[in-house]
């Protein structure tokens, strides 16, 4: 889950400066700004104030500046302000005044440190702050969370990760039918928008094995599963304004919660009624003494609850918001590095020539692609989805090497400048598609240089115990998609469209103006007819 909020932050991102650049705030937000106004100076001097850490500030508050003017001003110039603070302590930890509160932001190399206090640094517990008393309609994906069940992390690492050999048929046909869906059979060049094209097939793709076969075409769910993210950051953003104790007030009030809690109960309407039929047919099923009939997150998810009451919409929600932006964004980024020289796409072809036809849809094929690899590896070197990563929230006051002080309730996070490192990368601005593949014949590189490893030099999934277990089937997604999308259609840029992200704070973002030049071609192979793993029904 991915500088200023991990999970799925993209299409917020592309919203939120949207709203930022047409004001196209509503009214009720408006009325709950200016009592900010009022509210806030005091706010601000207790959250932004000294707490003797030592830790120098980039960028303090000036005099008479506001807290929402601060972070308004953080979203707008992050990297900016992460850069200035690079130059002025290099090799140290210094403080950013951020549209999270402050953070304390470790220099690259110091990620192992963070890994080492998985308690008194807790990724989970900076999800578990918005409401005082309970999370209402609309927020509740956040609550899961930190949930002492674990429900989430238990569906996606015992379920979704170990069964990736049995969904790989599923994955296979759905990638087929979306990419024909967004693309179609059209053999002249024609211009598409990146993004919206691959969200359009993410979405897709991810509902068929987080909600099934009933539900993976519905328009009105792929709609929500598409949205909720946005709705639920607007809300979150509006409500982080205020203190804890009045958030439910404005909750009642304000105009973004208000679309949170309508697309929450959308989504309860299409999950709850299929909810009560699974356990009806599962009854069924065990009076006949039959198995389980399906292989999905709603199963998984009555599995690992057996019985104990939980949030079926929910845990969707939040399934969509960790999983299909940061997805979206890789793969629109590795389609705009390849589409930038679509003489990567003709080699990359070759691998999937050599491999698929010969060993069929299969985890285990997927895995042999490792130009593949390679080259979405190294899309995600050159534009990672956040420059800040680990972001964690202290436990209790806890101190770290050097003597900082990390007090209860503060954010640390580490700097991943490494990932731009010459020392590391040789040409690091370049995007090289085989470099990771080489690196993976030198020895001990193996391990180290997979698209799913995580090393303390390249954080784009985290690192430690709390390294997104979303990592493999995301993986899985992406190399399936992309298969589809280069053996049947060619690829370049479209006029104007350029490789350079879009910021948002610290996090650069896939362009949502980029365009593709497109058309379709002559498959080498049937990439419908290959055999495929299924446990599917
Ligand atoms: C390219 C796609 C993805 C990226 C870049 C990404 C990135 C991340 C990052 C950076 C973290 C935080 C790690 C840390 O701070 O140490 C994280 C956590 C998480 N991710 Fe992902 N993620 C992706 C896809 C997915 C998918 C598809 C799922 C679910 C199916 C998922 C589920 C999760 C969960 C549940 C966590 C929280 C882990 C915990 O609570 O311990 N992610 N992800």
Known sequence: ??????????????????????????????????????????????????????????????????????????????????????????????????????????????????????????????????????????????????????LLQKVVTKHLTKRLNTVTGALAVESSFAASKALGEQTDWFEVPVYQTILDMVARVSSRVFLGSELCRDENWLDLTKNFTVAMHRGELTLRLFPRLVRPFVYLLDGSCRKSRQAYYRAYKIVEPLLTQRRKERQDRAARAEGVAYNDAIEWAEMEAAGASYDATDLQLILSFAGIHTTSDLLSTTMLQLAADPENIRTLRREMMEVLPAKGWKKTSLTQLKLLDSAIKEAQRVK????????????????????IVIRKGDLVSVDSSDFHNPALYKNPEAYNMHRFADMRSQPGGEHRAQLVSTVPEHLAFGYGKNACPGRFFAANEIKMALCHLLMKYDWELAPGTTLEPVWFGTDPIVNPQAKLLCRRRKEEFDLDALEADDGIE
């Open 1 to 150: 889950m991915a500088s200023s909020v991990q999970l799925d932050l993209v299409w917020l991102r592309i919203q939120i400066l949207g709203c930022l650049n047409t004001s196209k705030i509503c009214q009720s937000t408006v009325a709950l700004a200016l009592l900010a106004l009022i509210l806030v100076p005091v706010i601000a001097s207790f959250l932004f104030r000294d707490k003797g850490s030592g830790v120098p500030v980039v960028n303090p508050l000036r005099l008479f500046q506001l807290e929402t003017q601060k972070r308004v001003e953080f979203i707008r110039d992050g990297i900016d302000l992460l850069r200035v603070g690079r130059r002025r302590f290099p090799g140290k930890p210094f403080l950013l005044l951020t549209n999270l509160g402050s953070i304390t932001i470790l220099p690259p190399g110091r990620a192992k440190e963070v890994k080492s206090l998985p308690e008194a640094l807790s990724y989970r517990k900076k999800f578990n702050d918005l409401f005082p008393f309970f999370y209402p309609a609309g927020f509740g994906p956040l609550a899961i969370i930190d949930h002492p069940s674990e």
């Open 384 to 403: 990672p989805v956040q420059m800040i990563t680990m972001l964690r929230k202290a436990t209790a006051d806890t101190e770290l090497e050097g003597g």
